[in-house]
């Protein structure tokens, strides 16, 4: 196996050197019947750097008008960046935050693909031997499946969000200028609080962080990404997920977790997931989100049992 091995499939499988020993990820496109020409916005990145022992695991969900092209050019660029760095071997954290960031640079300088109300979100699950680090921009998530009391396994949030109503990301928002509401609608229910420019009621973005969306980012949302780690323990850990919100609008992660561990290989998690998560869309929205999702098992674990 080579040095970087990424794979490009919307569903591929493989195995790997490190705490992960199998993994899969599925990429579908959503329904909206008002745009049938609707494209897939979201991406996912598996790629394996067999010097380091290390997996990326990483879905990107784009979202305006030309949030494929953003999300469709981290997925080419952004594992090549990171482990192309000086700091990959000493220091994953630096090395992935300074590709991220060069990558998003060169994105909004990109004039072939509009960044001014486009973007993506990125969440990533970084496994070198038994160590994961989880990296966040937005609202796509990594959660972990861990034996619980009583033999049960139970879902860990290992990531976490970036919604404008969160205190410090709030903060921030109306600190650069910024408003945060919900829009009500002529029904009477709210949406999602979103970010709105001081003077405009635009770009009205539901997640407080973002690659991409220049118009967003003078009004305060940010594109610095979060870090997590720790060690993955081979006596409890069983299984990561890493999602776009897809998946988790209608899921919560125990409902996630559960469906995945049952499953005896990671493929057949994916597309169990995103049938069930399309399945939700449906009844509640009459529409789908594009949803991605990668399962990776840990340890040689093997769905069904503990």
Request: proline fraction near 4%.
């Amino acid at each position: 196996m080579s040095d970087l091995e990424v794979k490009d499939d919307a569903l591929a499988s493989g195995t790997s050197r490190c705490a992960v020993t199998e993994y899969s990820g599925l990429s579908k496109k959503g329904h909206a019947p008002y745009n049938p020409r609707k494209k897939n916005q979201d991406s996912l990145i598996m790629a394996d750097h067999a010097d380091t022992n290390s997996l990326v695991l990483c879905v990107l969900d784009g979202h305006g008008e030309a949030g494929d092209g953003v999300s469709q050019f981290f997925k080419r660029e952004l594992a090549k960046e990171m482990f192309n760095h000086p700091s990959w071997v000493s220091d994953p954290k630096k090395a992935t935050a300074d590709a991220i960031h060069k990558c998003e640079q060169q994105i909004l300088r990109n004039s072939r693909v509009d960044t001014e109300f486009s973007g993506t979100t990125l969440s990533m699950a970084i496994i070198r031997g038994n160590t994961i680090i989880g990296v966040n921009i937005g609202d796509s998530r990594v959660t972990i499946g861990k034996l619980g009391p009583k033999g049960k396994i139970i879902a860990e949030e290992f990531t976490h969000d970036h919604k404008p109503e969160t205190p410090d990301e709030k903060k921030r928002i109306i600190a650069a200028g910024g408003r945060v509401f919900a829009v009500e609608y002529d029904d009477g229910i709210d949406g999602p609080p979103r970010v709105w420019l001081g003077h405009m009621d635009v770009p009205g973005l539901a997640m407080s962080r973002s690659l991409g969306d220049a118009v967003a980012h003078t009004a305060g949302v940010s594109s610095e990404p979060e870090f997590f780690e720790r060690e993955l323990d081979p006596e409890k850990d069983r299984c990561i997920l890493v999602a776009t919100d897809g998946l988790w609008e209608f899921m919560t992660n125990e409902e996630c977790i559960a469906m995945s561990v049952e499953a005896n290989e990671p493929r057949i998690s994916v597309d169990t997931l995103v049938r069930e998560a399309n399945n939700r869309w449906m009844k509640e929205e009459q529409v789908i989100d594009d949803t991605t999702v990668i399962t990776a098992h840990l340890f040689n674990y093997h769905g069904g049992h503990t």
